[in-house]
């Protein structure tokens, strides 16, 4: 009998054994089961192949281990999505536009020859692309009150020094212990307090898709925007020259591919991890105490590695074939998370030199009220715009269905079209793309964060030979994941390897 079919069937055993609530059948990991090309062993497995997870595998590779990433798209680059525009050729970056200018950054690049240069140093001079505020809950033009630039970097300057007064959270959530009252402050009466009004509206437009930033706990403000990010306000973001960030992803999935360290279209369906540092519940291998079963469009492979590397969004129900303990479950169970959404739509009938900014008429700095548009940029290619939506923070996975997020991108558009025909022409807008980051920067609440979960949290990194990154541990952007990945896990990944 073939042995993927042996595989199969017990695998089928397994099924039917976890409905019932009983625990993975040990036999489904049997390696007699497996053929040679079916059994994969590895130094680490990988779970996730987006910024956290290949950055984790090339910086291992180059560490002489070898690793092995499984990522259930056909594609590296996870947040990261490059349309590239069949008429012209032109990529429109969709997702992750920019970085820092900080050494693992530029060394990442470096390593695979891609040129970065300064966000917006090559744009075109001939082309003017005016702003405006609307309402897309009403189409109406909305008059946003401006603070000075003075202003906007007294606020920054004034930010960073409240930033200065808790240096670990520069390299993840090290929050001191009893975690001050002002990280768990509601961040509009942060604001309030330290007098940074006047910075509420850029940084409200530089991190779309956290949730409504005013009512969130200051601490998950600073998570993404620290002093590495305001840094770079001044000295400028670093893009790819290309205007290509797909790049990155492209050269790591030609170098995991030729070395057996990539498997795309892949998931795991059941896992064995030691159920402590010492123990081994495996009764077949103490070397390799990670043991995956993993459905690959070439079958079911049994993987067995030394270390586990997860870098999903850590909520329980996507972790369900990682048999989680119940005080991982625990942990895990308290985050929350909003929704995040982008797309390209053609026949818009907004100009295609206009970028349109969401903004509301009576709330506090204009910021609208989710779920809703953040705003709609003109693409690289004229006739393209690039609309972004978010929804608030929930307990829930999904906040909302993709036919919900795309009916209302398309009613806000066609509400600021009817209201404003002098500068909207009235279109049927279209979508070229949609891409729904739901779920999307992971959080705990205000009490929990208060009640030390980021410790706790933290504590699991290395338990059951286990390693977790990705934003859930650090925030949602790279630049920073990557940081937290070369200073904090990856020495725990790589000590005993
Ligand atoms: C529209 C948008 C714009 C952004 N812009 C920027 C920016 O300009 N700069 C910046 O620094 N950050 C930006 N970000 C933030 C971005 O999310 C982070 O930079 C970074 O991509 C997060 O990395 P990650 O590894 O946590 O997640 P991801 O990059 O999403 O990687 C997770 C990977 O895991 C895979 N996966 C999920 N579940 C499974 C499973 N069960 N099994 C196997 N694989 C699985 C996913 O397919 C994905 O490839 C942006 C995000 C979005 C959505
Ligand atoms: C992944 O799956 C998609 C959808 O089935 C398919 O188009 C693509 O070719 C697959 N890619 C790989 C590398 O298996
Ligand atoms: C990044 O910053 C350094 C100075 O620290 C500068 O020399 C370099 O040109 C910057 N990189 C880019 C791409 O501009
Ligand atoms: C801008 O316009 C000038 C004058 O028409 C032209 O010489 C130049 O090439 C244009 N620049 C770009 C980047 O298109
Ligand atoms: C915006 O402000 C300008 C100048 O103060 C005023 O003329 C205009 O009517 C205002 N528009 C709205 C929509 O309030
Ligand atoms: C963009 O990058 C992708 C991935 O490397 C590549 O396939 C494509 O040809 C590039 N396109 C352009 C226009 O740069
Ligand atoms: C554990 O796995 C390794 C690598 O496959 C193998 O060399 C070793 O013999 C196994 N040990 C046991 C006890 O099966
Ligand atoms: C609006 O319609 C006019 C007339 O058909 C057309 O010339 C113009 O390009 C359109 N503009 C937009 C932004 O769709
Ligand atoms: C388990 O191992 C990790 C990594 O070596 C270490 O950080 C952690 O403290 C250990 N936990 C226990 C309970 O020994």
């Known amino acids: 009998m073939p042995s993927n079919l042996l595989s199969t069937l ?100 470096k390593r695979f020859d891609i040129p970065l240069i300064v966000s917006g140093s090559d744009s075109n001079p001939n082309i003017t ?24 970097s007294a606020a920054f300057a004034a930010y960073a020094a409240q930033l200065e007064k808790y240096p670990e959270l520069n390299n993840g959530m090290f929050l001191p212990n009893p975690v001050p009252e002002d990280l768990v402050l509601p961040f509009g009466k942060f604001v309030k ?7 509420v509206r850029t940084m409200y437009q530089y991190n779309p898709g956290l949730g409504d930033i005013l009512t969130g706990p200051t601490v998950e403000q600073m998570r993404v925007f620290g002093l590495s990010l305001v840094s770079q306000l001044s000295t400028g973001f670093l893009t790819t020259a290309h205007h290509n960030n797909s790049e990155l992803y492209t ?20 896992s064995i991890r030691p159920s402590s540092n010492s123990s081994h519940s495996s009764p077949t291998n103490t070397t390799h105490p990670i043991q995956l079963l993993v459905s690959t469009p070439s079958g079911q492979k049994l993987i067995l590695a030394k270390k586990l590397l997860i870098t999903i969004p850590t909520r329980p129900e996507l972790l369900t074939p990682f048999s989680l303990s119940p005080h991982e479950s625990h942990i ?16 818009t009938g907004i100009p295609s030199t206009l970028s349109l900014s969401a903004a509301a008429p009576s709330t506090p700095y204009n910021i609208p009220a989710l779920p809703g548009l953040y705003g709609i940029q003109p693409a690289p290619v004229p006739g393209l715009h690039i609309a972004y939506y978010g929804t608030p923070l929930s307990p829930s996975l999904y906040t909302a269905s993709d036919a919900e997020v795309r009916a209302n991108i398309i009613a806000g558009i066609k509400r600021v079209q009817a209201a404003n025909p002098s500068v909207f022409n009235a279109t049927e807008p279209e979508f070229v793309v949609y891409s729904s980051h739901a779920p999307f920067y992971l959080q705990a609440r205000a009490r929990d964060t208060q009640e030390g979960f980021y410790a706790e949290m933290y504590a699991l990194q290395g338990e059951r030979r286990t390693w977790w990154t990705g934003a859930s541990w650090r925030a949602q952007d790279s630049s920073d994941i990557w940081r937290y990945t070369a200073g904090v896990v990856l020495p725990g990944v790589l000590e005993g390897l």
Not at 15 to 28: D, E, F, N
Not at 32 to 58: L, N, P, Q
Request: aromatic share 8%; hydrophobic share 35%; charged share 15%.
């Open 251 to 270: 050269k790591a999935t030609a170098e995991l591919l030729s070395t057996s360290s990539l498997l795309l279209n892949s998931t795991v369906t059941h």
């Open 129 to 152: 692309i005016s702003q405006g505020n609307y309402d897309f809950r009403t189409g109406q033009p909305v008059n946003v009150t401006s603070p000075s630039a003075a202003e906007v």
């Open 193 to 199: 307090k330290y007098h940074l009004e006047a910075a």
């Open 332 to 347: 895990f169970s308290k985050l929350i998370n909003a929704g995040y959404y982008t797309s390209i739509l053609r026949t």
């Open 10 to 109: 017990s695998l089928l055993g397994i099924l039917v054994a976890q409905s019932c609530g009983s625990p993975s059948h040990p036999s489904a990991f049997d390696r007699s089961h497996f053929s040679e090309a079916d059994t994969i062993t590895r130094d680490v497995a990988i779970i996730g192949g987006g910024s956290g997870g290949t950055y984790s595998a090339i910086c291992l590779k180059d560490k002489g281990k070898s690793v092995l990433v499984i990522e259930k798209k056909g594609r590296l680059g996870g947040h990261t999505e490059t349309y590239i525009d069949p008429a012209t050729g032109i990529p429109i970056d969709i997702g992750v536009q920019i970085w820092h200018n900080v050494s693992v950054v530029t060394d990442y690049f």
